[in-house]
């Protein structure tokens, strides 16, 4: 018992410690907003994929899985990283994402949830299919939402995003 209540602290402080950002919760983690478009690049080319994930699918059918897996309504929407993301009307938006209910628009990608993944409660955590300057690829990603600001987490890194009005 004592173990699940340390845990549970743990938990709470470093869910505490991620919602530190600037004052107006619209930056990157990092504080660099240029990340913003690697974001959205395929992985590196010299790293291999690790094929044994998809091992007894056919890349030409669809799971039940991918097709009735929805993105939560709490988390659809627009999403900027900073003020101008929201509000450009020049198309210099990288940091926007607009989430629907199967598919994450990037600046230049679109990623399409295949697989809903386990989270904990208050999360939504998805292996999603990238579409994007003449690639393929895909990744984990997992999003908490707390209030109208909302972090995607991958292995790249968090990022920080708030509701556009």
Known sequence: MKRIATVAVTLAIGLAACQQNDPNNI?????????????TLP????????????EGTDSGTTSDASTSATIPDQYRGRWGMVVADCTSTRGDNKGLITIGDKTIKFFEAT?????????IATSFSGDFSFTGEGQNWEKVMTFTRTGNTLKRAEDEGTFTYTRCA
Do not use: F
Not at 27 to 39: P, Y
């Open 27 to 39: 930056a990157i983690d990092s504080g660099n907003s240029e990340n913003a478009v690697i974001e």
């Open 111 to 119: 990623a399409t949830l295949k697989e809903q993944r386990p989270a």
């Open 43 to 54: 992985p590196d080319e010299t790293v291999t994929n690790d094929d044994s994930l998809d």
